[in-house]
């Protein structure tokens, strides 16, 4: 389970995350929703290291996240795609996929792994010897969306999957994120401006506000009050 | 008169051809520096103006050597180590600390690093020009009656660079280790979200640079006037070599080492030596208006 308690993180004078706490359970997708400028992408960023908080504490099944590196958080198990469909876009697609191979396969098993979710996203088989940057945004975001998972990640960190994409693809991935998570032990946090499509996946939902947590309950209960959802959500 | 126009012509060819051989043999030796100055920029984005210097420092520690009367290939040896330390050194303790800061900082770090390595080899050795061993004969091959601008050294030359390019290749292409250090030069936060330990990479990429600059003052050194001073010429044509190329890749250094040293030995073979730096100004020039982002740098991303 990710416990995030009092995280409080600041750029110069400006307060991105203030005392922000909540949890997130394995086997369910957390969305995390707000306006722009709420702090949904600094949270995330500060939960796999990316960004230092100057107080409050992370951590996941019971071990410390703050205070470790990057690179010794995605070793632990958590998976973050960055808003923006983090592509290496000079490196072709499998090797985009190999990449995240490295550290948590042996080397006679990283071809399997590859293939195994290639399967899951057959539109990128076609495709695994051309370079990320000749994508589509979509293409893009089922590779990152595959690089993350070809990790059999515990905590996945997802920023913004839907922004820039077409309803219907919006649609297909988020029914492959439920594919591909239900039934599972992974632990989901969903940050998403789309909170309709989001709150479709989720079963709980946090609403983050200038930087504070203004709701944190069931998905379905957020999805279900008007005003709450015109007033925070604009829907 | 027929005959005259031949032997003027067979000549003419021979001169061309001797300045051909020349600019490739000088030509892959920038691509040497260029391939230094590649492997640092696309991982650090910094031009590293301290190489061809610190090419000159470890040179003067194998001319030590010689001295000392080890043997030419031991000396070899050990004098790339010794550059590959210098780079990694140079990283670890000069260049990762002001990660983070304004992008000026590690450029004046690395002239800063100029100075002190040109002051360093002109205290301990002296200003003064001296002659430098060459791993092999330097007399021009023969090619039946001719003789041509190209000696065993060139050979050696060609061969150590090819080895060198091939060997960047290999481990970029094809090992799990390149693919790391691909991925940490291109998208350095993407690289650490998959758990990729930068540090240790952004060290090995200073020092496989060291190594280069290290070959590179070697292979300069038996053919120029062998001083504190002597590389930072070849660092402006590496320089030249690795922004024609793009950059930020290793062939993009190879080609454009060979188009420098070509452009730079006919200027000089026909217009003069003297004139050698200005043609590579000029070359400089016309690349950079012509393609600035160089030959082999990847086109701009399709948006779909």
Redesign the interface.
């Known amino acids: 389970m990710l416990e995030v308690r009092d995280l409080s993180v600041s750029f110069g004078a400006v307060r991105a995350l203030r005392s922000v706490s909540f949890d997130a359970e394995p086997g369910a997708v957390t969305a995390v929703l707000g306006a722009n400028g709420a702090g949904k992408t600094t949270l995330l960023r500060t939960i796999?290291g990316?960004v230092k908080p100057f107080g409050g504490s992370v951590s996941f099944d019971g071990d410390a996240l703050v205070g470790r590196?990057?690179?010794s958080i995605?070793?632990m198990g958590v998976?973050?795609v960055?808003e923006g469909r983090?592509?290496?876009?000079?490196?072709t697609v499998e090797?985009n996929l190999?990449?995240?191979t490295?550290?948590?396969f042996k080397?006679a098993e990283r071809q399997g792994a590859i293939d195994e979710i290639l399967e899951v996203f057959p539109r990128l088989r076609g495709f695994r010897r051309r370079?990320a940057?000749?994508?589509?945004?979509g293409e893009r975001q089922m590779l990152v969306l595959g690089?993350a998972l070809i990790?059999k990640p515990r905590l996945l960190l997802l920023d913004e999957p839907s922004l820039g994409l077409a309803p219907i693809i919006t649609a297909q991935l988020m029914a492959l994120l439920r594919e591909q998570t239900e039934g599972k032990d992974i632990t989901v946090v969903l940050v998403e401006q789309n909170a309709r499509s989001a709150l479709s996946v989720s079963q709980h939902a946090v609403i983050l506000n200038l930087g504070r947590v203004v709701v944190s309950d069931e998905a379905a209960t957020v999805a279900a009050d008007d005003a709450l959802r015109h007033h925070y959500l604009g829907f | 008169m027929p005959c005259a126009t031949t032997t003027s012509g067979s000549s003419a060819v021979t001169l061309f051809l001797n300045y051909t051989l020349d600019g490739i043999a000088n030509g892959m030796i920038y691509a040497t520096l260029a391939l230094a100055l590649v492997l640092i920029y696309r991982a650090t984005r910094i031009i590293n103006f301290a190489q061809g210097a610190a090419g000159m420092l470890t040179t003067f520690i194998a001319f030590s050597l010689l001295s000392r009367g080890w043997g030419y290939w031991w000396a070899f040896i050990v004098v790339l180590a010794i550059g590959f330390a210098l780079g990694a050194v140079t990283e670890r303790l000069l260049i990762r600390p002001l990660h983070g800061k304004s992008e000026l900082n590690p450029v004046i770090v690395t002239i800063g690093l100029l100075v002190v390595f040109e002051g360093l080899a002109g205290a301990i050795y002296g200003n003064a020009s001296r002659g430098f061993p060459a791993a092999f004969s330097q007399r021009g091959l023969r090619v039946g009656h001719t003789a041509i601008a190209f000696s065993h050294f060139d050979v050696f030359i060609l061969i150590a660079v090819l080895v060198l390019m091939a060997g960047t290749l290999v481990l970029f292409r094809f090992t799990a280790l390149g693919l790391r250090m691909r991925a940490t030069a291109f998208s350095r936060e993407i690289a650490r979200l998959l758990g990729v330990r930068v540090g240790p990479l952004l060290t090995l990429g200073w020092g496989l640079a060291g190594i280069a600059g290290s070959l590179a003052g070697l292979l300069v050194a038996p053919t120029s006037a062998f001083g504190p001073y002597y590389m930072d010429l070849i660092l402006v044509y590496g320089f030249t070599a690795a922004v024609i190329g793009g950059l930020e890749s290793p062939v993009g250094a190879l080609v454009g080492g060979l188009i420098s040293g070509l452009c730079i030995s006919y200027v000089g073979g026909y217009l003069g030596s003297g004139l050698e730096p200005l043609g590579a100004l000029a070359l400089l020039m016309v690349a950079l208006m012509a393609r600035p982002e160089g030959i082999f740098a990847r086109p701009p991303a399709r948006r779909v």
């Open positions: 796999s990316l590196n990057v690179e995605a070793r998976a973050h960055p983090g592509v290496i876009e000079e490196l090797e190999r990449l995240a490295l550290w948590c080397r370079h940057s000749t994508l589509s945004g690089r990790s």
